[in-house]
């Protein structure tokens, strides 16, 4: 099987962006078995490697450092057991106090007792890279390069562990630290080389420090290698003491690099197609290194690695990605890079298909190499759909899948090489804690529970409190919610299905309060976690519905509240937001259901060094994502869409403290306040009809800290609930006549009403009404209100004001407007064309101002409309073939029966017929 035409990606923002010549099977796909050769070694010979160079590298602290002895004897302890953890050595090859929580006590003992010597804290950083501030690491980084300066370090350590530093903690504000750094780095890298590669065995893990540490270290665009190392590489393969294999890696891996850099990061049909001729050519010197470097050694996975990526490219003969694959496994049995190609290449997106994924990971994980990683490719497929609410349907909708994926965990948890000497190895409760959220989310409550009493206190280790935090998950909850479930499974199954209604109302509320009340009064201790957290949940939801405010409170002791982000609970009525996620959303929202229309508002200290767009939310409480955003204080105006966000920027001026409110009425109506000032949005936000739950959310634009702090925040339901009518025009100027006795700030009311009475021709009310909103709505809604107050003008013989308003509207057209721009904007314009062509059929001046007008229309905007207009103002100069032309391409482009009636309305007036 061959895949055909080039493979082209990019990664860039989290996704793959596919090429003009995109991947295919020329044959349907099809998975031929894995094959795994007795005796082939594992990636623990490699690892192996990386802990023997960076023992040598350890060796030479003894030698240098200026620490005092007692100081060197807890620094050496130190340095080897972060040395372990840093080659991912299996726990059976470690020392006895090898867990993340020994390293880093470890590292805090040593700094405690006064070792300033560069080595030890190059390692610190990495070590404590969550445990302390920036600012802290930021310091060591420091105190590292000038320490190595200082000291009697060869200068290619010195270089390169600085060079280390920044990758660990990426503080680019930092740069200007680095660039001599690199210089001295590629000037010391022959010796560097000449030293390492005199290491027997220590080939590979050379090759990958200088792929990760040094052509990395300064790279500003990650696709585009850096100009050093493409100078570099040349006169490493020029020297006689060059190894033969690593010059050869280095020449593929350079013009790989070079490949891309030719081809640049753009979309794929935007690239010319002479950086398509220079990719492919720098693709193929590439393919010509990494073949050598193969023939010269076939036990070196890493050369068949950079052909079998070559082949998706689709470069290299006749030979298949599957032998590439093959060569790959027969040098390292699981060497995970060959195995993440193959899973890659057979997503549909490449050609593949979904069921060709599943057959190669079912095939890795009936293996049954538990003495490796293979296994766990049948993990990441399972789990590629997150840990969220897509794996708990894929689980429970799969028992099978269920059974497969726990089986290979528990052969991996339970295998010899994992087994630490004492207590559970950092693999062992890694793998324990990945079981345990895979039972949670297939509802096997039976299975979580025993889960649980199996990680017993390492369930508040390190190693399973990152896991927990990576999917913002909280254990205290989720255990006690198995105790309950153990304890009450028959009613809270029952009751379960009514806690996410979005039409729960008072009653269903009340009903469910009073069985988690009654339950909790019987629970065990270990069940009162999940048990009031759901009384305090409905008791919110019983209050909204009486229409009382509701005051949320931010209480860590309750798990009322779904976080993404770093959201801390400062008191009961304050929180703050720490957000490091980049450009990226972070949110909290409350469990609790609280459907519209509803009333908000929430209390904002904006940090001091920069706004930022931010505000309140309404979520999905089915599938946990929000679907829309009202934000306060903007970057820029427009809009824009993370992922499953919807954002609207409100654009205003007030220094903090703000206070933003918000009136939601389903999709229709929103209304959104700073400290009692209507702000307009820029786009109206899509409301989903599922969204029920309410949050903030805060989005942060490039890199950076930016912090704030919410107090305060509390809703309620708006008890005029009824919908209004939708086609009587009458009905609806009562409905909003009492709607807005009740709610006479309400401006969506007073604009909806105005409309209706547009509808009834009643002229000067409708006047009253719009005028009163003009400028105080959302955008969409303020062009509507514009278009109707210009038509209201003419209609009332107020000609130059109804022109001037019309064609204001449409100058302010954007050249690539959205829908709404374009039917407000350009409808407006023909408009007014129709004005200036029937007011008075004697006025040539207007006739030929129409006409000019209805062409500058169609100029921008070919749609059924600007060819009505064009045919009206072209009859009205007598043009009648013309218009009858137009006509006809108005009727072709007619897509809604409105329209197509205007177009036999004029047809009918040219022809003289009814």
Request: proline letters at 5%; charged letters at 25%; aromatic letters at 10%.
């Amino acid at each position: 099987m061959k895949i055909q035409a080039v493979f082209a990606f990019l990664v860039l923002g989290g996704g793959f962006l596919v090429s003009d010549f995109s991947v295919a099977f020329a044959e349907p796909v099809e998975v031929p078995p894995l094959v795994l050769k007795p005796d082939v070694p594992t990636s623990t010979e490699y690892r192996k490697q990386k802990l023997s160079l960076a023992m040598a590298e350890i060796d030479l602290y003894p030698k240098h450092t200026k620490d005092k002895p007692a100081v060197q004897e807890i620094a050496m302890r130190y340095l080897v057991r972060a040395a372990h953890l840093e080659a991912e050595m299996p726990a059976s090859l470690c020392p006895d106090d090898c867990r993340f929580a020994d390293v880093i006590a470890l590292a805090k003992e040593v700094l405690e007792a006064g070792s300033a010597d560069p080595l030890v804290l190059r390692y610190s950083v990495d070590t404590l890279l969550h445990q302390v501030e920036d600012s802290v690491l930021t310091e060591r980084i420091e105190q590292s390069i000038k320490g190595f300066e200082e000291s009697s370090y060869p200068p290619l350590f010195r270089a390169k562990y600085a060079v280390a530093n920044f990758n660990v903690i990426q503080h680019r504000s930092k740069m200007r630290y680095l660039i001599p750094v690199l210089e001295t780095m590629h000037q010391t890298m022959p010796d560097y080389l000449e030293w390492a590669m005199a290491k027997p065995g220590c080939e590979r893990a050379v090759y990958h420090n200088l792929i990760s540490d040094m052509q990395l270290g300064f790279q500003f665009n990650r696709i585009r290698p850096s100009k050093l190392f493409r100078e570099w590489v040349p006169k490493y393969n020029s020297l006689e003491s060059k190894d033969e294999w690593l010059a050869l890696m280095l020449m593929g891996k350079r013009h790989r690099d070079m490949a891309w850099a030719a081809r640049g990061t753009n979309y794929a049909y935007k690239i010319d197609s002479k950086d398509w001729v220079n990719f492919k050519k720098q693709y193929e010197i590439a393919i010509r290194n990494f073949r050598a470097a193969y023939e010269l050694h076939p036990e070196r996975p890493e050369s068949a690695e950079g052909i079998l990526w070559g082949i998706r490219a689709g470069y290299d003969g006749e030979e298949s990605m599957w032998d590439w694959f093959q060569r790959c496994i027969d040098a390292e049995v699981d060497y995970e890079s060959a195995y993440h190609a193959v899973m890659s290449a057979l997503e549909p997106r490449w050609g593949g298909s979904k069921k060709a994924r599943e057959t190669f990971a079912k095939q890795c994980a009936e293996t049954g190499r538990y003495d490796t990683t293979i296994p766990e490719v049948y993990y990441d497929f399972v789990t590629e759909v997150g840990q969220g609410a897509e794996l708990s349907k894929r689980l429970r909708a799969n028992p099978e899948m269920y059974v497969t994926v726990q089986k290979c965990l528990r052969g991996m948890i339970d295998a010899p090489l994992r087994q630490a000497n004492q207590g559970k190895s950092v693999e062992q409760v890694r793998l324990l804690t990945n079981a345990l959220l895979n039972a949670i989310r297939a509802d096997e409550l039976e299975d979580a529970k025993q889960l649980w009493e199996e990680l017993g206190e390492d369930a508040s280790s390190i190693e399973a409190a990152e896991i927990f935090n990576s999917i913002k998950m909280d254990p205290a909850y989720e255990k006690s919610r198995g105790h309950a479930y153990s304890e009450f499974a028959e009613q809270l199954k029952v009751i379960e299905p009514l806690t996410v209604r979005r039409d729960a109302g008072y009653e269903i509320s009340k009903v469910v309060n009073e069985v988690y009340r009654e339950l909790l009064a019987r629970g065990s201790p270990e069940a009162r976690r999940y048990l009031e957290t759901w009384v305090r949940i409905t008791d919110q939801e019983m209050k909204f519905y009486e229409g009382e405010w509701v005051d949320l409170k931010f209480d860590d002791a309750v798990n009322t509240w779904v976080r993404n982000g770093d959201w801390n609970f400062v008191d009961k009525t304050t929180v703050n937001v720490d957000n490091l996620l980049g450009d990226h959303l972070t949110y909290i929202h409350s469990r609790s259901v609280f459907p519209d229309p509803i009333e908000m508002e929430v209390q904002l200290d904006a940090p001091k060094r920069r706004m930022m767009p931010l505000g309140i939310l309404r979520a999905d409480p089915k599938q946990r994502i929000a679907k829309w955003v009202i934000f306060g204080a903007p970057l820029g105006g427009g809009t824009a869409a993370m992922s499953n966000w919807k954002l609207a920027y409100g654009k205003f001026e007030t220094p903090p403290p703000q206070k933003i409110e918000v009136m939601s009425w389903g999709k229709e109506y929103v209304e959104f306040r700073v400290n009692g000032v209507v702000v307009p949005s820029h786009n109206l936000p899509t409301l989903s009809d599922n969204s029920t739950m309410v949050g903030l959310g805060q989005f942060f634009w490039r890199n950076g800290k930016y912090e704030a702090s919410f107090s305060n925040f509390r809703i309620r339901r708006i008890p005029y609930d009824a919908p209004p009518p939708l086609a009587d025009d009458s009905a609806r100027i009562d409905y909003f006549t009492n709607a807005l006795q009740r709610y006479p700030s309400r401006l969506d009311y007073q604009r909806q009403r105005g409309v209706a009475y547009y509808g009834m021709e009643q002229w000067e009310s409708a006047m009253a009404d719009l005028q009163s909103v003009r400028g105080k709505l959302l955008s969409n809604v303020n062009m509507w209100t514009e278009y109707l107050v210009g038509n209201i003008h003419l209609k009332l013989d107020q000609n130059k004001l109804g022109e001037d308003t019309l064609m204001a509207l449409y100058r302010n057209v954007p050249e690539q407007p959205d829908a709404a721009q374009a039917a407000f904007g350009f409808g407006a314009a023909c408009d007014v064309v129709e004005f200036l062509a029937t007011s008075d059929p004697s006025n040539q001046g207007n006739l030929k101002r129409a006409l000019k007008l209805a062409k500058e229309v169609l100029g921008k905007h070919k749609e059924c409309s600007a060819y009505i207009a064009l045919a009206r103002a072209q009859f009205a100069l007598g043009k009648v073939d013309a218009s009858q032309k137009s006509l006809k391409k108005a009727r072709a482009l007619a897509t809604t029966d409105h329209k197509a009636d205007q177009v036999d309305e004029l047809q009918a007036q040219i022809t003289g017929t009814p």
